[in-house]
């Protein structure tokens, strides 16, 4: 029914959008602390709407750690303003006697390893670990839900938790490489 991976700069319907170019690919975002909706017209009649996000998490997510200096770092996804997703992740190597474990796949607050259901691992950061491989994961999110309007409005957003950090938005930000939204009439 929808799909944009951004490729033709089509941002209609979109609030608080912006694109970027990372390694070759134009990507919504980056953000950081900030939500990005759009709102998806004319759907035609179906029960059932699977919405597919293809989510880049960049530098230095902590995932789940409470600390009230590094985290958690929260990325949520809300359909028609309900939230179908609340999840942390982390970009942290793991050694052992150090890992900050994440929630993704799960909600939070599971404690599940670093990079955990990623799709790619092995980019680089976007700014603080730019010079370096691992620090951008590649996540296929996808959540089903019942929904019968003919719109569809979907909010993709974080909380990100820095102290101490003259950029932030250099620390940890994620971006987004494709939007699919497939509407189905399930019996």
């Known amino acids: 029914m929808y799909s944009n991976n951004f490729g033709t700069l089509d941002l209609r319907n979109f609030d608080n959008a912006r694109l970027f170019i990372f390694y070759g690919d134009t990507l919504l975002g980056f953000f950081h602390n900030e939500e990005t909706t759009v709102i998806i017209p004319d759907l035609p009649g179906h ?16 995932g789940n750690p409470d600390d009230g200096f590094n985290g958690p770092d929260f990325w949520y996804m809300k359909l028609d303003d309900e939230e179908v997703l609340r999840t942390t992740f982390s970009n942290s190597p793991c050694e052992s006697l150090f890992c900050l474990r ?5 909600d939070y607050f599971r404690q599940n390893f670093p990079k955990t259901g990623a799709i790619q691992t092995n980019l680089p950061g976007l700014c603080l670990f730019g010079a370096f491989q691992n620090y951008t994961t590649k996540y ?37 490489g494709k939007i699919e939204v497939t509407t189905m009439v399930v019996i």
């Not at 029960?47 to 902590?62: G, P």
């Not at 994440?102 to 799960?106: C, L």
């Open 47 to 62: 029960n059932t709407v699977k919405v597919e996000i293809e989510l880049l998490v960049h530098d230095s997510w902590d």
């Open 102 to 106: 994440q929630s993704y796949p799960n």
């Open 140 to 176: 296929r999110i996808s959540r089903t839900i019942k929904h019968y309007g003919n719109s569809l409005k979907i909010s993709l957003g974080d909380e990100l938790f820095q102290l101490d950090n003259p950029n932030p938005a250099c620390d940890e930000s994620w971006s987004v």
